[in-house]
């Protein structure tokens, strides 16, 4: 099983006009152990009034990656137990950087969501908004939990939170993923449909046709810098002034 990954952060028109810059991040490794490949990817969407969420969201990923790569080298060590470790590491990783620089936790607010994939087993995480979809055969895209969000408008779950290991979701499954896509919130209005609670089929069906299509490295970089493009376009901004995330990873 062979992976194909595309994926880009890129800043909201909001931010733009207010002369800030992307407080959404996303890291992702290919990581080979024996004969296997696997896929490990971690987006974060750093708090609108935290001072410090871009910091937050881009240490939260690159760290989560690195744990994870260097943690899980065999499908036996995916473990929900595992995956709440990983995230009281990454919690207490941004409770270091709040107190080295004399800052409150609250200004390191970010959400956290990604996979570990392996050909037979796979591994869910997620706290806050944002939602991670996948896919067993290419036709049907279901999403593993929906975005948590808050009582009101614009609220979420944080892994600063003091709460946030009972807001952490973690699930391991021996499913079948060939394809799997992560967003932060900026994108739940185009990828959800927000009437049934469920992943937008057109939409997934649409971006990972085109994935599919790339069939060199070469192509897959080509349709990697693509898809700033249109994260970047006029329809996609005229549903969402926010920072948005989206990465795309198929095996077909």
């Keep these: ?38 896929f490990i990817a971690c987006a974060s969407d750093g708090a609108g009034s935290a001072s410090q969420s871009a910091t937050a969201a881009n240490a939260v990923v690159r760290f989560v990656v690195d744990y994870l790569s260097k943690n899980t080298p065999g499908q036996e060590q995916l473990t929900e137990s595992g995956l709440i470790a990983m995230a009281e590491e990454a919690h207490w990783m941004l409770a270091e950087m709040a107190n080295e620089q004399g800052m409150p936790m609250y200004e390191y607010a970010c959400t956290m969501l990604g996979c ?10 997620q706290v806050g908004d944002g939602a991670i979809v996948r896919s067993a055969d290419g036709e049907q895209y279901g999403v593993v939990w929906w975005p948590q969000n808050g009582e009101y408008l614009n609220t979420t779950a944080f892994i600063t939170d003091d709460d946030y290991l009972s807001n952490l979701q973690v699930s391991v499954t021996t499913d079948s993923v060939a394809e799997v896509a992560l967003l932060t919130d900026g994108l739940q209005l185009l990828a959800l449909s927000m009437e049934n609670s469920s992943a937008h089929q057109p939409f997934f069906r649409d971006m990972f046709r085109v994935l599919r299509m790339a069939d060199t490295p070469e192509k897959v970089a080509q349709l990697n810098g693509k898809l700033t493009a249109f994260l970047n376009s006029d329809p996609v901004n005229a549903r969402t002034d926010d920072d948005k995330t989206l990465i795309l990873a198929t095996t077909i």
Excluded: E, Y
């Excluded at 595309?6 to 152990?33: E, K, M």
């Excluded at 570990?116 to 995480?125: C, D, L, N, R």
């Design 116 to 125: 570990v994939i392996f050909p037979g087993s796979s591994a869910w995480f």
């Design 1 to 38: 099983m062979m992976w194909k990954v595309i994926a880009q952060s890129v800043a909201g028109t909001s931010h733009a006009s207010a002369g800030r810059g992307c407080d959404d991040a996303q890291a992702w490794v290919l990581q080979q152990f024996n004969d296997q490949q696997i």
